[in-house]
């Protein structure tokens, strides 16, 4: 169930008081019932004065990994917009995927940049999480996933990977995109050879060193292995929006008035550092470059992708992947995903 935000509890009972008043202004005067209505308003805006200003003494803490997907955080503090939010924000970085999983899972981050197969894995896990909006891929060009062939590879098409051994990490972002871009092109998925390498700097040397024939990637090391010769094979920039990226909190966090407040204050943040960053990207490459450690050789030319506002991801995004995870056996039981909450349920 989704824990109402504050801005829609004082809206229903403002609309409840309302209706109260209506049925009781009928037997009384008309200024009687304006009194009464203003004094509701007021009461309502005290209210959130009042709920604004505890959510000022809650901390929230970010996990993410060093990635383009959270640029705009970056931007906010970079900008100061959390002190001009009213809201106190930790963004801590993990250095991989495992540990800020971990983090999630003990509690140590309240909400967390991760991905949707991430977040069904983490929630069968039995830790109580759900999406609070997507950080980016609301649209297939936002961010990119792709496959890539050394540079003295004779491979040149997605057909010509059947049956041979591509670089992934299994139960991925990266291996679903993998699958997906396979599919689309006839290869099945008795014809898909992985070759696991979880490490992305060790699967991107591998791959330019044709220890693999292919290996699959994210948007900055494509954008390196163009840079270096490599050859793209397929992306996921094209065509149907394969992946997204998305912020998540733990649930028990929103069950606390003052942290449900704090959390629709970082998303106002967010939607004016994504403003800021679609308004003039080049302002914040230096912010990009330091905190998402691009390599020199791509600092300068790599994309600033645009961002969406806050919004759930739609069921046309996760349902796929939990039909991708049940089917490679990642989900031992079948999940449900409400889109209208962002939760999960068993």
């Not at 803490?61 to 990635?67: M, R, S």
């Not at 149907?240 to 003052?258: H, K, P």
Request: proline fraction near 3%; hydrophobic fraction near 45%; charged fraction near 20%.
């Amino acid at each position: 169930m989704k824990t109402m935000g504050r801005r829609a509890f004082l809206g229903v009972a403002g609309a409840a008081g309302l209706v109260f008043l209506g049925g009781c202004a009928s037997g009384g005067s008309a200024s009687s019932a304006a009194s009464s209505e203003a004094a509701a308003s007021s009461a309502g805006e005290s209210s959130a004065v009042a709920s604004s200003a505890a959510s000022a003494d809650v901390t929230l803490t970010v996990g993410t990994l060093a990635t383009e997907d959270i640029l705009p955080l970056w931007v906010a503090e970079a900008e100061k917009l959390y002190d001009s939010h009213g809201v106190n924000v930790d963004v801590v970085v993990f250095q991989s995927a495992t540990e800020l999983i971990s983090g999630v899972s003990a509690g140590e981050v309240d909400l967390a940049m991760t991905d949707i197969m991430v977040t069904a894995s983490i929630f069968a896990s039995g830790t109580d999480v759900q999406m609070q909006w997507v950080t980016l891929g609301t649209s297939a060009d936002q961010g990119r996933f792709g496959i890539m062939a050394g540079p003295d590879s004779t491979i040149d098409s997605l057909e010509q990977l059947a049956g041979v051994p591509i670089g992934v990490g299994s139960n991925t972002i990266l291996e679903y995109v993998m699958d997906k871009l396979l599919e689309g092109a006839g290869v099945t998925g008795d014809q898909v050879v992985v070759e696991e390498l979880q490490k992305l700097p060790v699967r991107f040397q591998a791959m330019v060193s044709g220890d693999v024939a292919a290996a699959a990637l994210p948007g900055t090391l494509l954008t390196l292995g163009e840079a270096s010769g490599c050859k793209l094979i397929a992306d996921d920039t094209q065509g149907e929006n394969l992946s997204q990226s998305v912020m998540i909190v733990r649930s028990e966090l929103l069950a606390d008035e003052a942290s449900v407040q704090a959390v629709e204050n970082l998303e106002d943040v967010w939607d004016e550092a994504v403003a800021l960053v679609n308004a003039n990207p080049e302002t914040y490459r230096e912010v990009l470059v330091k905190n998402a450690n691009l390599p020199e050789e791509i600092a300068d030319t790599y994309p600033i992708s645009s961002y969406p506002t806050v919004q759930l991801p739609t069921s046309q995004m996760v349902d796929p992947v939990l039909a991708w995870m049940e089917q490679k056996g990642y989900l031992t039981k079948e999940l449900s995903y409400d889109e209208a909450t962002g939760t999960f349920s068993k």
